[in-house]
């Protein structure tokens, strides 16, 4: 029977002497054992009987008759006593202990007092294991393993420990503030999954905020606008979520702790015991350590983070300052080169899973096999090679950086410090020379693009200059054959003064691979309208994505779509000044390419003149357009230096002061 039951009905002087020598601080459990017999007048109530008899926990928070709720001596009056009864309920839901023990003779939890405590009971077990889920939550999908939850995490104890120093108020808002914390760390582990799945990389907290937008398109692109805005609304719950409830957790919790005091602290004290026991011991549970520390180590490493991306962009900064070939004058380079139409080609997502892999190989493989065939009887030749791509599932704008660039550009900061200098490119060195016009093919630009004044191009042909009228195949603005057909109509089969030098970027690989356009004779190409029933006939995103198998086999199909375009381009469009360069920009995402996937991609150089691909014959590649297993692999911005050397260029000394 609750203390404020007992004495509510004595008169106001018997009820100041049962209060006036409590401490200020005083809870339940440091009143003493000691009470006064009760006088038949004083009996309580049926509710209140029936309440004490069936051992009824209100389960609420502080003794509402402790010194911070009712001053010594002070009387309370019956609208008091009202809003104390009705705080047992709302105690329930908030984890208080009230303890008044009085709860309205038709209150539910009257009426159903089990089903109550059931509630009180799950609602402080799902609170333990939703802080006890953010506390051990890995940020890796390969650690999302039973085992990893089966742990002791240290920042738990020392909380808990804190908690129960703390007074009142501050305990609180300790536990408001710790909670809203670990749900931010959680949502950066969430989005840590995410990137590494899609990635192959944590996200980074400095600049990865703009991908999610990106992401955003993606997910229009594959699930349609409505399927886009559920995902949306979805997303924003789910921040809402982890930024409310696990202070609402910790919070319970707390309060749990200061009306159990005794048992929180011999409680605390023994997981800490266990905690430093399985450390010295090396514990672990299926490879996984028993004493867990991740929460701490995480924010550890993210603090690291933030300092290395820092650091990284003052000294990116200066790296990419100092180029050798700065300051080579045009008539100095591409030498080799000088009269021929050279074509930069990427294709979209195309990486070494795609000819190596048991599923997607075969396919691929006998398009590059025929292609070698067909190229050579139209006669060229072609060898093949390995790079290795500074990213990985996305941001190919990386890739394309990395490769004609010569820096290693691996994220945001680094792509928008090196288009904001002068640092040559591979493009922007055949506009040095002054002997080319060089054009660019963008298809997947649908908007301003500044960066073509960084790569040396004198014209870019983004979505809205190619004059394609048909629809959309997913992501793809359009397919690869009509972006072929457009440059050679636009650029390439117009007579000039001087040679091209040519980037064209193929999109129709790029995911979610559905529906995928169909090639056709090059006559029928048109404005693209055609492309109307090959769209509709198409497989929905949707469809594909929901089995592995499916979405690797649509992939494979995608490359063999985009290699058949180019292979048939340069057969009917080619000559005998072509050289052409094509290469993927990064492999597939990890549901595709698989877990731990390398990111290299294959490169090849083909032309028709038999002194270009003499001028690389100490690379060591292999003869033909699929590059062998012992092929060398280079890093990605090791190319430009290579190719600008084997073509004549010499990097030139910096002018005299």
Do not use: C
């Amino acid at each position: 029977m609750s203390h404020f039951t007992r004495f509510r009905q004595l008169p106001q002087e018997t009820e100041a002497t049962a209060t006036e020598d409590l401490p200020p601080e005083s809870s339940p459990e440091n009143l003493p054992d000691h009470t006064p017999e009760p006088r038949p007048e004083d009996a309580p109530d049926g509710a209140a009987m029936a309440a004490e008899q069936e051992g009824e926990d209100t389960a609420s928070g502080e003794d509402p008759t402790s010194a911070e709720d009712t001053a010594p001596g002070e009387a309370k009056d019956e609208g008091a006593v009202e809003a104390e009864t009705e705080g047992a309920v709302k105690g329930a839901v908030e984890g208080e202990d009230t303890d008044t023990g009085a709860v309205p003779a038709d209150g539910w939890r009257h009426r159903h007092p089990a089903a109550a405590r059931a509630v009180a009971w799950t609602t402080t077990a799902l609170a333990g294991a939703l802080v006890l889920v953010t506390l051990l939550l890995p940020n890796d999908p390969a650690r999302l393993t039973p085992a990893e939850f089966a742990r002791i995490p240290v920042e738990g104890i020392a909380g808990a420990a804190l908690l129960l120093l703390l007074p009142r108020t501050a305990r609180r808002t300790a536990a408001v503030l710790a909670g809203a914390v670990l749900g931010l760390l959680t949502l950066l582990d969430l989005l840590d999954i995410g990137f590494a799945e899609v990635l192959g990389r944590g996200f980074n907290v400095v600049f990865d905020w703009a991908l999610l937008g990106d992401g955003a398109s993606f997910l229009q692109d594959s699930i349609g606008r409505a399927g886009t805005i559920g995902v949306e609304i979805a997303a924003v719950l789910l921040v809402l979520a982890l930024l409310v409830l696990p202070a609402l957790a910790v919070l319970r919790l707390s309060n749990l702790m200061a009306r159990h005091g005794a048992r929180a602290t011999g409680t605390t004290l023994v997981l800490g015991t266990a905690w430093v026991v399985s450390s010295a011991l090396g514990v672990q549970i299926a490879g996984a350590p028993v004493a867990s520390r991740s929460t701490s180590d995480l924010v550890q490493a993210r603090v690291d983070g933030v300092e290395a991306t820092l650091k990284d962009e003052r000294t990116f900064a200066k790296e990419a300052a100092s180029d050798p070939y700065h300051h080579t004058p045009g008539s100095r380079l591409l030498t080799g080169l000088r009269g021929k139409d050279v074509i930069f080609t990427f294709i979209e997502s195309y990486g070494r899973s795609a000819v190596q892999d048991p599923l997607m190989a075969p396919g691929v493989d006998a398009v590059l096999a025929k292609g070698t065939e067909r190229l050579r009887a139209a006669g060229y030749s072609a060898r093949s090679g390995w790079l290795t791509s500074a990213t990985y599932g996305g941001s190919s704008w990386l890739g394309h950086s990395t490769f004609l660039s010569g820096l290693w550009i691996d994220n945001q900061q680094r792509y928008r410090t090196v288009t904001a200098g002068d640092h040559l490119t591979l493009t922007s060195a055949f506009k040095r020379t002054g002997a080319w016009r060089t054009v660019g093919i963008m298809p997947g630009v649908t908007k301003s693009w500044p960066e073509g004044n960084f790569y040396g191009l004198d014209h870019v042909y983004d979505s809205r200059e190619l004059g394609y009228k048909g629809p959309k195949f997913s992501w793809s603005t359009m397919p690869d054959q009509y972006s072929l057909a457009a440059f050679e109509r636009l650029e390439h089969g117009k007579p000039h003064d001087k040679p091209l030098m040519s980037e064209i970027i193929l999109t129709s690989s790029h995911n979610p691979w559905a529906p995928l356009p169909k090639t056709i004779g090059w006559d029928k190409v048109g404005d693209g309208s055609v492309y109307n029933s090959i769209e509709k006939a198409g497989k929905r995103p949707v469809d594909v994505w929901q089995q592995t198998d499916k979405v690797r086999t649509e992939y494979g199909k995608s490359i063999q779509y985009s290699l058949n375009s180019l292979v048939s381009y340069v057969e009917k469009y080619g000559n005998k000044n072509t050289v052409l360069v094509f290469l993927g920009d990064h492999q597939p995402v990890a549901k595709v390419s698989g877990d731990h996937a390398s990111r290299d991609v294959p490169v090849a150089i083909v032309a028709h003149d038999p002194d270009v691909l003499k001028r690389i014959s100490d690379w060591g590649w292999t003869p033909g357009l699929n590059p062998g297993h012992k092929a060398p692999v280079w890093r990605m911005d090791a190319f430009r230096n290579r190719f600008l050397s084997a073509y004549g260029s010499h990097p030139g000394p910096a002018p005299s002061r």
